[in-house]
């Protein structure tokens, strides 16, 4: 953590007094303060009621930073008592991030990384400074890899959050101000990529936004990132990016471009050096295969109604087939004669019979 920066409250005219002001635990500010001398009755009143109405807030923001609440070997954790038994989970995850993460980076910076761990989103906007329209979750410094985390889960999963701002950290840490050489697409990219699970949603919006026409390209998300709707077309496209690298060169790839980087041969050159391309060879071939992953996405779209229609069509088909073959057998099959006996009806002319039959039922 850094000292806290130095502010100067004006006395009367003249003197100084030197004064320190913490207004968080990571980020320090100076802010000068000036005191009303006794030119009247009416300028000490103000100043009393001043004096009474800051004087809580100055009190509790000088306080010095409380202890962690616990400390693992990579990571100090601090948090309300409320979250005590979510910051044991989040410690455990956490460990188990930076071991696969830092394998992954090849690098494992010393110094435990500061996490500030919140229960309700607006303490954790406040504190971090993030604008209310903002759904950010998670937050990490470039400077000194301080991670604030979000544990309320209403926008996102804050353990996969975690992973993410751990790339971050552990990427400020291992290089130094040279985390600024590399560009915002490859950092953010390589923060969704490891140690994480195969982000397919992602994969299926970078190649939507290729097919629809937004499509960003990866040049002109080298500093800054769009706002609003733009702005998760960026992520998913710099996740796909990272993960297309890690596809064709591997872990050794990404490896050896950050001790590139790290060695101050800036980014460009150190992904050629890793790669063996140059890095706008790398765009086009990326762009490419979102091109023919295209087709294979409007195939499968369109794969499980195709096999849906043909089922049902083998189905009607089958069924008529079956009963055509049982109108054929009805109209081969001969009528049944009638069987005269049945009735006590003789052989012979049946109204000849009739007749004898009523000559004797006549009286005599």
């Keep these: 953590m850094e000292p806290p920066s130095s502010g100067a409250v004006r006395q009367g005219n003249d003197s100084l007094i030197p004064m320190t002001l913490s207004l968080s635990p990571s980020n320090q500010h100076s802010l000068p303060l000036r005191r ?65 993460i830092s394998g992954q980076l090849g690098m494992n910076p010393a110094g435990p990384i500061p996490v500030y761990l919140y229960a309700q989103h607006r303490d954790f906007r406040r504190a971090a400074d993030i604008p209310a329209r903002e759904l950010v979750v998670g937050t990490s ?47 953010e990219g390589l923060a969704q990529v490891a140690g994480q699970p195969v982000d397919v949603d992602s994969e299926e919006a970078a190649r939507q936004a290729r097919g629809e026409g937004n499509f960003l390209p990866l040049t002109d998300l080298s500093a800054e990132f769009p706002r609003g709707e733009s702005a998760g077309v960026a992520y998913a496209e710099a996740c796909s990016a990272v993960a297309y690298m890690v596809k064709l060169y591997g872990w050794d790839g990404v490896r050896r471009l950050l001790v590139g980087v790290r060695a101050g041969h800036g980014f460009a050159a150190s992904f050629r050096a890793a790669a063996g391309m140059g890095i706008a060879d790398f765009y086009d071939s990326w762009e490419s295969s979102l091109v023919r992953r295209g087709w294979l996405s409007w195939l499968r779209m369109f794969y499980a109604p195709a096999v849906t229609f043909a089922m049902l069509w083998a189905a009607w088909n089958a069924y008529g087939m079956v009963r055509h073959r049982r109108l054929m057998l009805a109209e081969d099959e001969p009528d049944d004669p009638v069987d005269d006996s049945d009735a006590g009806i003789p052989d012979g002319d049946s109204s000849e019979a009739r007749m004898d039959i009523h000559s004797d039922l006549r009286p005599g």
């Design 141 to 187: 410094e470039t400077h000194g890899g301080l991670i604030r985390l979000d544990l309320s889960g209403t926008f996102e999963n804050p353990l996969r959050i975690l992973r993410h701002e751990t790339t971050h950290s552990i990427l400020a840490r291992g290089l130094g101000p040279r985390v600024h050489d590399l560009p915002l697409w490859f950092n």
């Design 36 to 100: 009303h001398g006794g030119k009247g009755p009416l300028a000490r009143l103000l100043s009393i009621l001043l004096t009474l109405l800051f004087l809580p807030a100055l009190s509790a923001s000088t306080q010095p930073s409380a202890p962690p609440d616990l400390t693992t070997p990579h990571f100090t954790f601090h948090f309300p008592q409320d979250l005590a038994g979510k910051a044991q989970e989040t410690a455990r995850a956490a460990e188990a991030a930076w071991a696969d």
